[in-house]
């Protein structure tokens, strides 16, 4: 593993379904991040980790769960997927310090709910 | 909150200069960072200011004016693989990012 990966790439899923979507760093970055990408709105924060053992909520969190049991993993976890959970999802990981500690991106998961 | 603006679309030629403005207003404040995103892939860092004035970085500069709420991307001698979506986000006093809608730039011949 290099940098930050995500599983699935792609997933279709039925509405109604659960669904766990993967993000695994090997930086050992204390920070990580859940973001949905939709056209014209950008990228928004569904939940965020400081630290393993913490989570927090950010701008789009309902229907998402997320947990941070060790530093290097940080799923993302649909309980009942629907149609408006559609989005490209990117998992993202950085260092939680001052200056220039850019976030680092994974390559996204698109998923689709029918 | 954070409420960040930046223009949906420019297009230019190849060689050109093309500046790219974003506008905030932020409930706290701890840098702006500048991101790269080619159609498909995942955003990349361009650049990072946390102090008024320009940072320049090869081809690519940022401008900061934290007063105004106010930065730019200036990107010289455009190529092709410039064609991509730029954006514009703000750090907050908790490290989290908050995001623009981006502005996709095309390069033409």
């Known amino acids: 593993i290099a940098g930050i990966t995500q599983a699935p790439t792609s997933q279709i899923l039925a509405a109604g379904r659960r669904m766990t979507l993967r993000c695994t760093q090997d930086?050992?970055?204390?920070?990580m991040y859940w973001y949905r990408q939709d056209l014209g709105l950008g990228l928004r924060l569904i939940h965020y980790?400081?630290?393993?053992?913490?989570?927090g909520k950010g701008e789009v969190p309902d229907g998402y769960s997320v947990s941070r049991a060790n530093t290097d993993d940080f799923p993302l976890t649909l309980a009942s997927a629907v149609p408006s959970q559609t989005s490209v999802y990117f998992c993202?990981?950085?260092?939680?310090?001052?200056?220039?500690?850019?976030?680092?991106f994974g390559p996204g998961t698109r998923l689709t709910v029918l | 909150g954070q409420n960040i603006d930046q223009p949906t679309e420019m297009t230019a030629t190849e060689g050109a200069i093309v500046q790219i403005n974003c506008t905030y207003q932020?409930?706290?404040?701890?840098?702006l960072f500048w991101y790269q995103q080619h159609a498909g892939e995942a955003p990349t860092f361009l650049s990072y200011?946390?102090?008024?004035g320009l940072e320049e970085k090869g081809r690519f500069s940022s401008f900061l004016s934290r007063s105004k709420g106010y930065s730019y991307l200036l990107l010289k001698e455009l190529q092709m693989k410039d064609s991509a979506s730029y954006l514009c986000?703000?750090?907050?006093?908790?490290?989290?990012?908050?995001f623009g809608a981006g502005t996709t730039v095309t390069v033409r011949a």
């Open positions: 993202a990981s950085s260092e939680r310090l001052a200056g220039s500690n850019e976030q680092f």
């Open positions: 930086m050992r970055h204390n920070a």
């Open positions: 980790s400081n630290t393993a053992g913490t989570t």
């Open positions: 932020t409930s706290g404040f701890n840098g």
């Open positions: 200011n946390v102090l008024d």
């Open positions: 986000a703000v750090r907050d006093n908790d490290y989290k990012l908050s």
